[in-house]
Structure formats: C-alpha cells, structure tokens
C-alpha cells in the first residue's frame, strides 16, 4: 500500500528530479510501454495513457518519439492518431439532411431506350365514386318527384257546424253566438287550429273615416296542404291564390290542388244579409277540407265575410271564438289572452306583416248624445234595412256603422237574425 504510483508501474502523478510537473495525454485502448531519455520510467502498459517529462519520449505498440515536449503522435497505426477519409453520402433520416437523390433520363430516339412515356389508366376509386354520387343524385330526384304526399289525417268532428260572422267595424258574431269587439288594426287570428288556419288584416281608413274595418281575409293551413286564398276589397284589393291573381273574371270557378278545394265566384249563394241582394255583390265562395266553407263579400273598400265549420277534437280559437259551445268565454279580453296579438312570421298567411297596434274607435253614446238627430236617423235606417232584426247586439252595430262610417253601411252591414 507504501508503494508509490510510480513503482506499480501505474499512471500517477509525480515530479522528476528537476521538480517539473509531468504531461499526461489520454488515448483510447492504445496497449504500450513507456520509456525515454532521463527523467523517464518504463512499466506495464496501460491502455490509453502516455507519460512523459520534459525531454522524454513514449512508447506505443512498439513505435517511439522524442522530443521536447510531452508525446503527441503515435506510431503503429494507432486508433487515437488515424485522419479521416473523404465524406461520403450516407442517408441520415427524412429531413435530417441537406441533399436528396434524383434520377435524370436520356433521349436516346425511338426504339433505342428502355423508358418511355405513358398515359396513367384512370384510377378506379375514383370511377365507382362519381358513379355512385350520380347514382344518389338521380334517386334523390326521383324520390322528389314521386314522393307521394303526406296523408291528412282528419279530426273527428265533435258537434254540428257553426258559423262565424264578420262585419263592419268589424263586428264580430263568434261561432258560440258571443259579440266580442277588438279595436285595433293589424294582422289577427280568425281560427287557428292545428289544421285550420284563418286570419283578416283590419286597418283604419279614409274609407271608413278613420274606423278599422276588414281589409282582407287569407285561407291556409296544413289542410290546404300549403295552399294560400287571399281576398280583399274590390277598389284595393286582390283575390290571390299561392301568391297569383285567381278568378280574374266574374264570374268564374277554379279547383285548387286537383279536388282539394273548389272556389266560386258570382253574385249568388247565400248572403251575410238578405237585405244586401238590392247591392252588386261580389261574392268569393270557397268550399274546403275537413267541412269548412268560407264565403266573402267584397266591397269597395272592405270586405264582410261568414265562416261556417264543425268543432273538432284538436281545437280551436281564435277572433271567432272557441267553438266549443259556451259563448260565456268568447270576450275580447278572453280571447286575446289565449292567442295574443302577435303573430309567429312562419304562420302568416300574407306576403308582409301589418302589426297590431291600437286603432281609433268611437263609442255609440257619442252619437246619441253629441248629435242624436244622426242617431236616430241610423237607427231609422237599420230597421228599415231589417224590419224583423231583433237582435239588440246586431242592431247596435248597425247603427253605430251609420252614424260613424256612413249610410251605406246599413245595407251593406245589416245582419238578419235569420242568418245567425
């Protein structure tokens, strides 16, 4: 253990008699001696390792060199000392590298190469796709086409038909006999039910001094299976099916979606009031699915019109009421909460919207007490128009339409209790 690196012969640390501190250089597995001028020591070979003083030289695998400064080449061929070759190419990985291979051709003249260009066949995948896309296209079509229509099931009738009456200011008698009074213009419900669809469109004009009236009134539905009838006044006003002119001459008939509905139009059928057959009239008759039937006179400015249909199971409401027998829950103010005064842009029946909003209206008090020489003349004049109305809510409304809209009103207006 007292035996010092350099007598094991080991690589170590030492200083030699002029006490300068020896170089040490490492070199991998080179097997050697070591040996050299003074100062030098020879011992067993450790691979990799070279020790020399100043002025001494090394030994590996049998080759020497002095010099004056510490072993730096090796001799033998050794691995630590060999220089490198010229590069070559060698592949390093995609992307890993700064070159890639090409291959470059020759013209060589016809028939005197082994390369040549061809038109690649088309790609097979790519055939059995767009035929299969053409192939689902023409179905498609067809299946369009000929789709047969969706069946409308029919809701059982729950009672006898009844009708709707509207009129004038508009009054309004409902299917339950009930005399509701909405002053306000804009586009409302008539019936709505899951089939049925019905509205008018008031509006206050000059033609009826301020007062709404019924402009117009529109047909639709599922049980006109997308079908549109508008009707309105004679002077401003159209008779448009899905959106087209109809019965452009008096008088005519047409059917709609082959036997779906038909409509007439003539001065003939029977009237909102009998004592309007000493008037021109103009009279749209339309007969309907699911027994509804709907007839609507056309004035110069407004129109009147009677709806006639059973109660069904699905229901109903509307302007005209519930249909459901009692007249006790058909108030303005009862209806207009069950359907609003909105209405949804997906189910009106008219090409633009015309909202609701309130519009001018007179009570019947003021005629008879501000100019009661008008109201007795009104009143005067609508019994004569109908001598058997005994109707205190339809005389009213006669009345009141004279004093505040003008004496045509009372023919035009007056509704026989007969009809009711």
């Known amino acids: 253990s007292s035996q010092s690196a350099h007598e094991r012969g080991l690589p170590g640390r030492s200083r030699d008699h002029s006490g300068a501190m020896p170089t040490i250089a490492m070199y991998p597995q080179a097997p050697g001696g070591f040996g050299g001028a003074p100062g030098g020591f020879a011992g067993p070979a450790e691979p990799g390792v070279a020790v020399g003083f100043g002025g001494a030289g090394m030994v590996s695998a049998g080759g020497a060199q002095a010099g004056g400064e510490a072993a730096s080449t090796c001799a033998g061929g050794a691995a630590c000392c060999s220089r490198p070759g010229p590069p070559q190419l060698a592949f390093v990985g995609s992307g890993a590298g700064a070159y890639v291979a090409q291959t470059s051709y020759k013209y060589v003249g016809v028939g005197h190469g082994e390369f040549d260009y061809i038109r690649p066949p088309p790609r097979r995948a790519l055939v059995v796709f767009i035929g299969i896309f053409l192939a689902v296209v023409v179905l498609v079509i067809l299946a369009v086409v000929f789709w047969p229509s969706p069946v409308l099931t029919t809701p059982a009738p729950t009672g006898p038909p009844a009708s709707c ?42 033609f009826t001094h301020g007062l709404a009236a019924t402009h117009a009134v529109a047909v639709g539905g599922p049980f006109l299976k997308g079908h549109r009838i508008v009707v309105g006044p004679m002077q401003n006003g159209h008779i448009l099916i899905d959106g087209h002119p109809g019965l452009t001459s008096f008088p005519s008939s047409e059917e709609l979606g082959d036997g779906l509905a038909r409509l007439t139009y003539s001065d003939g059928g ?41 109660p069904h199971a699905d229901g109903q409401d509307g302007h005209c009421g519930n249909n459901n027998g009692s007249p006790d829950d058909d ?5 207009t909460a069950r359907v609003g005064r909105a209405m949804a842009a997906a189910e009106r029946l008219f090409d633009h919207a015309t909202p609701v909003r309130p519009a001018p209206h007179k009570r019947l008090s003021e005629c008879r007490h501000k100019t009661p020489a008008k109201y007795r003349t009104a009143l005067k004049t609508c019994r004569a ?5 005994h109707n205190d809510d339809l005389l009213r409304g006669c009345v009141f339409d004279v004093c505040f809209g003008g004496i045509q009103y009372a023919a035009q207006d007056g509704i026989s209790e007969s009809t009711m």
Not at 183 to 205: F, H, N, P
Not at 289 to 301: K, M
Not at 385 to 389: F, K, N, T, Y
Request: without cysteine.
């Open 270 to 310: 029977q009237l909102v009031d009998p004592a309007q057959s000493k008037l021109d009239k103009h009279v749209v008759h339309m007969d309907l699915p699911l027994g509804v039937r709907v007839e609507v006179i056309r004035w110069a400015n407004h129109v009147n019109l009677r709806i006639t249909m059973p």
């Open 331 to 335: 108030t303005a103010e009862q209806i």
């Open 165 to 206: 009456l509207i009129w004038g200011d508009p009054h309004i008698e409902t299917f339950d006999h009930s005399y509701p009074n909405f002053y306000e213009e804009g586009d409302v419900w008539l019936v709505r039910s899951k089939l049925v669809w019905i509205q008018a469109r008031y509006l206050a004009t000059p």
């Open 385 to 389: 128009e109908e001598p058997d109305l």
